[in-house]
């Protein structure tokens, strides 16, 4: 019997992750064939990598904030390390032989490794602390990430590389030299190296190891730490260590996130509002918004977000005026019992007509 309730539930496990799989390529169809027929603004098309990276840090997110359980508000740090990364190694191998797509995959991977060895550091001290705590422990991290970036300089010449926090005029540098990181000015001359493809691509990858976590027997020790960690600890599960994984791999992930958008720009500096706690919020109310714990609904409600300010341009000053009373009532719709229950009611009228009619 219990096998048979365990199938049930891994069918409705599976069906579910097809349905979000689904979502994400019928709308990569949807804006190329619109792309394709001229019908897409170039500020639509604009947005269509913005919707890969934010849907990765929303997905991300929600695996340290819903899955997890733990509040973080520096996650837009992690974006940085990402952006940083591809930008240097974009710099440095911009006059060498390899073509524009293997600097952009090997950008990935390092960045994935990079972000993900620092989310290991910031998660030894931090994943000791509860609530309000680690939120403001993420926040400084991600501040101090933000300004560290936009203070360094780093140039290369035949001597190597040489780092400086005062400005190029405290190096020695040859004739022949390189700017990479330019203080506040950030990262200049970059190339566009990056696709909707791509992005759709490194989508789904993100989907397929968030979801495949969840579903997996970590994923479920993880789910138990956060509804009660003494019980958890009491069965024999390593707390420690299955808290700093999931940390880790949301960390790695907007990493990933982060070369995405440092491929779509020409400029990388790091006082853009992408980097600091401004962004780190927006995406946690992503998360919120969609359903703490919920990955479907973080990418439905990346998506809206995100095209509501572009598709409000027309009414001008009362534009973002519209968007918080749609973020109120996508709050209320999603969060107050009496909404729930109604939106439950009206599943199951719909549910038990469709039962109706094939009985018919």
């Known amino acids: 019997m219990s096998k048979f309730v365990d199938s049930i539930k891994s069918n409705k496990k599976l069906q579910s992750n097809l349905i979000t799989f689904g979502m994400v390529i019928i709308l990569y169809v949807i804006c190329q064939s619109l792309a394709a027929a001229g019908i897409l603004s170039n500020s639509m098309k604009g947005l269509l990598i913005q919707f890969c990276y934010y849907i990765i840090m929303a997905v991300s997110l929600n695996l340290t904030v819903g899955i997890l359980g733990e509040l973080s508000l520096g996650h837009a740090g992690f974006m940085c390390i990402g952006a940083y990364t591809y930008g240097i190694f974009a710099k440095v191998l911009s006059s060498g032989n390899l073509s524009r797509t293997a600097i952009l995959l090997i950008s990935l991977v390092l960045a994935a490794i990079i972000a993900a060895f620092f989310g290991f550091l910031i998660g030894i001290p931090v994943l000791r602390l509860k609530g309000d705590y680690l939120a403001i422990v993420t926040l400084a991290f991600g501040e101090i990430i933000k300004n560290v970036t936009g203070s360094l300089y780093i140039a290369k010449d035949s001597h190597g590389l040489h780092f400086s926090l005062n400005g190029t005029s405290d190096m020695v540098l040859d004739a022949d030299n390189l700017v990479i990181i330019d203080g506040p000015k950030g990262i200049t001359g970059l190339t566009s190296g990056v696709s909707f493809t791509l992005g759709t691509i490194l989508v789904i990858i993100t989907l397929i190891v968030v979801l495949n976590l969840i579903n997996s027997r970590t994923g479920r020790a993880v789910m138990a730490i956060r ?39 020409s400029t990388l500096t790091s006082t853009s509002k992408n980097f600091g706690y401004n962004m780190s919020i927006m995406i946690l109310v992503y998360v919120v918004l969609g359903g703490i714990g919920s990955i479907r609904g973080s990418v439905i409600a990346t998506v809206i977000l995100v095209l509501l300010p572009e598709k409000l341009r027309f009414v001008n000053s009362y534009r973002m005026l519209i968007y918080a009373i749609v973020l109120i009532a996508m709050m209320i719709l999603n969060w107050s019992p009496s909404a729930r229950a109604w939106r439950e009611k009206m599943i199951n009228k719909i549910k038990s007509g469709k039962k109706v009619k094939e009985a018919k």
């Open 227 to 265: 509804d009660n960690r003494i019980a958890a600890e009491a069965t024999g599960i390593n707390v420690t260590k299955y808290k700093m994984l999931a940390f880790t791999i949301s960390a790695s992930l907007a990493g990933v996130a982060g070369v995405l958008y440092a491929g779509s720009l």
